[in-house]
């Protein structure tokens, strides 16, 4: 049962550029979002989170955008650098800490 | 203050044997989940303990099984395992829900 969908398993972007990372849901109750980052061999971190009563939240160069209507967030980089090369996972909490997690995307931002 | 930590890192089973994995979590924290990772499959949520006590299990067999100590830290273990268990396992600990959740480095299982 994917609740939480990315459709993407991959993305490149060029050092620089906007990289914009999706993810649909299935679960209308589904209230908190947040994006992971992870690097190999380490687990994945914190990155951004947007509540449902928002349709945007910005940290630095990372902005989460929330469309409510259509089930879908999306995590844009600006301006995207070689170190935000990581595999990006979308996640939103059931209950308690049943998070459920997309699949992840791989972004690889080339110099 | 010290992030979420788990041993063993890296270990090699046999089919049919049983593991154990250990997770120490963020000092204060109470809650801790345990999550599996597959090529692939993103993370799935195995089970999620408050105060010693589980209070959600995800769509995973009994043979996985988990517990937590009075100090907060928690134990999974997964008995007669099988060639697909083989997996990244990750814990998570948080203050409750609603809090954000921070993950350990996780275990790599192989089971050969």
């Known amino acids: 049962d994917q609740q939480v969908k990315q459709n993407s398993p991959s993305l490149s972007v060029q050092e620089g550029r906007i990289s914009i990372l999706n993810c649909d849901y299935t679960?209308?109750?589904?209230?908190?979002f947040l994006w992971y980052k992870k690097y190999p061999a380490e687990g994945p971190t914190f990155l951004i989170s947007?509540?449902?009563?928002?349709d945007k939240n910005e940290d630095g160069r990372f902005t989460v955008f929330l469309n409510k209507s259509a089930k879908h967030l999306s995590l844009h980089i600006v301006p995207s650098q070689p170190g935000d090369s990581a595999v990006y996972f979308c996640?939103?909490?059931?209950?308690?800490?049943?998070?459920?997690f997309g699949a992840g995307t791989r972004l690889t931002v080339k110099p | 203050k010290a992030g979420v930590t788990q041993t063993p890192r890296y270990l090699i089973k046999t089919r049919g044997q049983q593991v154990t994995l250990s997770c120490s979590p963020i000092?204060?924290?109470?809650?801790v989940s345990w999550y599996q990772q597959t090529p692939g499959q993103g993370l799935q949520f195995l089970f999620e303990?408050?105060?010693?006590?589980?209070?959600n299990k995800g769509n995973f067999p009994g043979r996985f099984s988990g517990r937590q100590f009075s100090n907060s830290r928690s134990e999974m273990n997964v008995s007669t395992l099988e060639l697909g268990d083989s997996a990244l396992y990750l814990c998570?600990?948080?203050?409750?829900?609603?809090?954000?959740?921070?993950f350990g480095e996780g275990s790599w299982l192989t089971v050969v």
């Open positions: 679960n209308s109750m589904f209230d908190y």
């Open positions: 998570a600990s948080s203050l409750g829900f609603g809090n954000t959740i921070y």
């Open positions: 000092s204060g924290h109470r809650s």
């Open positions: 947007i509540s449902s009563i928002k």
């Open positions: 303990y408050f105060s010693e006590t589980q209070r």
């Open positions: 996640a939103a909490p059931l209950n308690n800490n049943d998070m459920r």
